[in-house]
T-cell receptor, first 113, second 111 residues
Framework: DTGVSQNPRHKITKRGQNVTFRCDPI?????LYWYRQTLGQGPEFLTY????????KSRLLSDRFSAERPKGSFSTLEIQRTEQGDSAMYLC???????????FGSGTRLTVV | KQEVTQIPAALSVPEGENLVLNCSFT??????LQWFRQDPGKGLTSLLL?????REQTSGRLNASLDKSSGRSTLYIAASQPGDSATYLC??????????FGPGTRLSVLP
């Protein structure tokens, strides 16, 4: 148990379909982050929330991507009209504060065929 | 702009060796640095968190040091074991909002 649950663990979808991932951190009222990792690379920042407010979005987050965190608890990341280039591991992390470091979930591996 | 590099990119050692992984960052104005381990196809597991006021942290056979002035951190693994085989990543804060990762060092410990 990492303290962050991500679902699903794996997702295979056809190009053009929409997909949604979910992240459930162990506690609320903290910062929640979404990162994307492609094979052989370090994770890249996508977006983060302070409670329910989305405070920053990376240029990697195109218009096809949307993230929400209603009520400051769980978060969802939706990709519309998926492309093969979206195939990656999508990682969620949270922190109660920068001093505490970050805890990651097990990730959702997306394969677009 | 914070950039993080890690050397070496890959490392293969026989079981029992002591080894050092290196992490360099360009902006020394950080408040902490974190080392993670990642097994193939899995998420990230936190190994050590070093606050800016600290010079090193230890956990079992792992020891991480931090030199902010030179923009460097090292992860020392003593008496390596095959179970240590994984990718090791370091991460530092960027602009106080999110954090940036290095590309990782892929470690193989041969029995």
């Amino acid at each position: 148990d990492t303290g962050v649950s991500q679902n699903p663990r794996h997702k295979i979808t056809k190009r053009g379909q929409n997909v949604t991932f979910r992240c459930d951190p162990i506690s609320e009222h903290n910062r929640l982050y979404w990162y994307r990792q492609t094979l052989g690379q370090g994770p890249e920042f996508l977006t983060y929330f302070q409670n329910e407010a989305q405070l920053e979005k990376s240029r990697l987050l195109s218009d096809r991507f949307s993230a929400e965190r209603p009520k400051g608890s769980f978060s969802t990341l939706e990709i519309q009209r998926t492309e093969q280039g979206d195939s990656a591991m999508y990682l969620c992390a949270y922190t109660p504060g920068e001093w505490a470091g970050y805890t990651f979930g097990s990730g959702t591996r997306l394969t677009v065929v | 702009k914070q950039e993080v590099t890690q050397i070496p990119a890959a490392l293969s050692v026989p079981e029992g060796e002591n080894l050092v992984l290196n992490c360099s960052f360009t902006d020394s104005a950080i408040y902490n640095l974190q080392w993670f381990r990642q097994d193939p196809g899995k998420g990230l597991t936190s190994l050590l968190l070093i606050q800016s006021s600290q010079r090193e942290q230890t956990s079992g056979r792992l020891n991480a040091s931090l030199d902010k002035s030179s923009g460097r951190s090292t992860l020392y693994i003593a008496a390596s074991q095959p179970g240590d085989s994984a990718t090791y990543l370091c991460a530092v804060p960027r602009d106080g909002q999110n954090f940036v990762f290095g590309p990782g060092t892929r470690l193989s410990v041969l029995p």
